[in-house]
Structures are given as C-alpha cells and as structure tokens.
C-alpha cells in the first residue's frame, strides 16, 4: 500500500470516527424524574446531576475561558466556585436556553469589592450561541465562555426539562 493510500485511508477513517461521534445519541433522562442537585467539576469540565436515587447523569461542559481559579470580579473569564441555586429559567436566550446561577453571593461581592472591581452577575448553564447552532458537540473542545457553564442545546433542553428554580448547584476547582 502506498504512503498516499495509507493517508487517504486514515482521513476517511477519522472522518467516519468524528462523524459517529457528533451524531450518535446520548441517553435521556427518564420523563418524570426531577434533578434536585447539579455538581461541576471544572478541572474534570463535568457536570453531574442527581435525584433521590443518586447520579442520574454526567455532561462534558465547557467552562469559562480562564478556567483555573474562581471567579473574582466582572471580566476575569473565570466560572465561579462554591453553592448557588438555580434561579431562573430562560427559554428564550442567546444561548438557546439557560438556567441562572445565583452569582454572585455574598462571599463573591466581598471578594470583588476587596478588589475594587464590580463582581458581575449573568452566570448560566446555557447551550450553544443561537448563530452557532452547528457546533453541537464541538463546543466542549474549548472553554469558550466568559465565565458560564456550557453544554449542547440538545443538553440544556434536557436539563431545562428536569430542573426546577431552587435546585442547588456546587461548581468545584
């Protein structure tokens, strides 16, 4: 076989491998079931969710374009670290859908006023950009958002689904 042959063999090969990828289907979340806890890994870029019955699901998120560290002051591209709740639904977002973190809490407005800077706010679990649509999936190679939780629009229609204003959120370094 020649090296041209073996090169061409590979690209199609990557290409069917990138394409099962992207399109195969994820597991749902059971109709009914109710997500009373979501947990964020950072460093891991994974978000897991639970019910009564324990882990029902983990996501590969993307996460703020500064990624190591907590966040500290509007701007700084971190995500946040520590408990918030849900606080809002939006099903009309930039974003296709988003759930509201409670950013900043008091401990954050302390740490930003301690810096002379204004602590920000509009901390989501979001999909992709309304104009980005495509990407899908593809997202989660980089950490692309400003300090946001991000995960598919197919992702954020589930959990829009099965999580309630209240729900707490833990996101750890």
Known sequence: ??????VFFCLILAVISL?????????KIENGV????????????????YSKKGLIKTYTVAIGQNP????????????PEGNYIIFDKNPNSKYHKNLGISYP???DKATAKRLGKPPGG????HGCNNKQTFIGK??????????????????????YEHVSVGTPVTIMP
């Open 19 to 27: 394409g099962t990828w992207y399109f195969y289907p994820e597991t």
């Open 122 to 125: 509009d901390v989501k679990i």
């Open 105 to 107: 809490n008091e401990a």
């Open 34 to 49: 109710a997500i009373d806890s979501i947990s964020v890994l950072k460093a891991k870029h994974q978000m897991s969710v």
């Open 138 to 159: 593809f997202q989660r190679w980089s950490d692309w958002t400003w300090g946001c939780v991000a995960v598919t629009n197919d992702e954020i229609d589930e959990l």
């Open 68 to 79: 190591v560290g907590k966040k500290q002051y509007e701007g700084d591209k971190k995500t």
């Open 1 to 6: 076989m020649t090296t041209l042959k073996i």
